[in-house]
């Protein structure tokens, strides 16, 4: 798997109004961000489809997309029409993001049944098949178990050719090995297989754990593994912190050793050198060099894009 540069997004969930939120956008743009992406669960966030849209029309450059959207809570076909139209309006810059869905607290609230992790995955494969179909050809067929298209119209087209790039992701070996087969961009996570973020999730974020993932996706994906972009969503982030006393006081809440808590991948602590040494080696390690920032550390980390943003 050949080294690609580093590249940076950045996750935003709302603002305290529409001037604001166009403001956080274009500072994201301005702070060298490629990616500005938006969650999709069901809490005070604002709804990522309108929300990306106007980021959209407040920037000119930077790229937008969810991380990710639930599959479960709209028709593929649906979101495919409203992506392809997303790609349209922001000139070709959508990275549409999808998985499985996780959080079970989202489909208790609105209803939804909440299937176990291998249908979700089963749905989700059948989801990325019918939003490249109507991608490609304008017009599909397609005939599932959970999913069935006549002649349906795949209108408008993207503007990006043959498709807007996709990314997948997860934390289990059969959504990551989904991921390897489809997707342009693998994105690594915690096992969220339980619904929330617990002790199981937790002690998946592990060093150990994160190296399988990547053992899973490189055998997965054979002779494309060098086409694919790895991205790593970071949950932790302190920028100017101290790196000991950090790991010192998170270890016994995570059940785990102060270095196992700095080399969790899904976490960045430290100064701006020590977590720019911390992204070479984890680049190097295990291949991730599309990164997930999260909102409330846009500023702070803005110096580490800066830096490496390219290299």
């Known amino acids: 798997m050949g080294v690609r540069p580093f590249r940076f997004g950045v996750k935003l969930s709302s603002a305290s109004d529409a001037p604001a939120w166009r403001e956080q956008a274009r500072a994201a743009e301005d702070r060298g961000y490629s990616t500005l992406w938006m969650p999709d669960h069901f809490d005070q966030q604002w709804g990522p489809v309108v929300g990306l849209t106007a980021a959209a029309a407040a920037t000119r450059t930077i790229r937008i997309g969810a991380l990710v959207f639930d599959n479960d809570y709209r028709h593929p076909g649906v979101l495919a ?31 939804i049944p909440f299937f176990p992790p291998g249908t979700r995955v089963e749905r989700l494969e059948e989801a990325v098949q019918v939003v490249k179909a109507l991608w490609a050809d304008g017009r599909a067929d397609f005939e599932g178990r959970h999913y069935q298209l006549r002649n349906a119209a795949g209108r408008p087209r993207p503007v990006q050719q043959p498709r807007p790039p996709i990314l997948i992701a997860g934390g289990g070996r059969r959504v990551l090995g989904l991921a390897a087969r489809e997707a342009d961009i693998v994105g690594f996570n915690m096992n969220l297989g ?8 937790i002690r998946s974020a592990v060093a150990e754990r994160f190296r399988q993932r990547v053992d899973w996706v490189r055998e997965e994906a054979g002779d494309r593994v060098d086409q694919l972009e790895l991205h790593c969503n970071t949950a932790f982030c302190l920028v100017g912190a101290d790196r000991k006393a950090t790991a010192e006081a998170m270890a016994p809440g995570l059940g785990i050793t102060p270095e196992e808590a700095l080399a969790v991948p899904v976490a960045m602590v430290g ?40 290299q």
Not at 81 to 91: G, H, N, P, Q
Not at 194 to 201: D, H, I, R
């Open 81 to 111: 029409k409203e992506m392809a139209t997303l790609d349209v309006v922001s000139e070709g810059r959508l990275e549409f993001g999808i998985g499985a869905g996780w959080r079970k607290s989202d489909y208790d609230e609105m209803g």
């Open 271 to 310: 100064s701006v050198d020590e977590i720019c040494a911390s992204l070479e080696q984890r680049r190097e390690e295990y291949g991730f060099s599309y990164w997930g920032v999260p909102g409330d550390s846009c500023e702070a980390f803005a110096p580490v894009v800066a830096r490496l943003a390219g």
């Open 194 to 201: 339980s619904g929330w973020v617990g002790p199981e999730a």
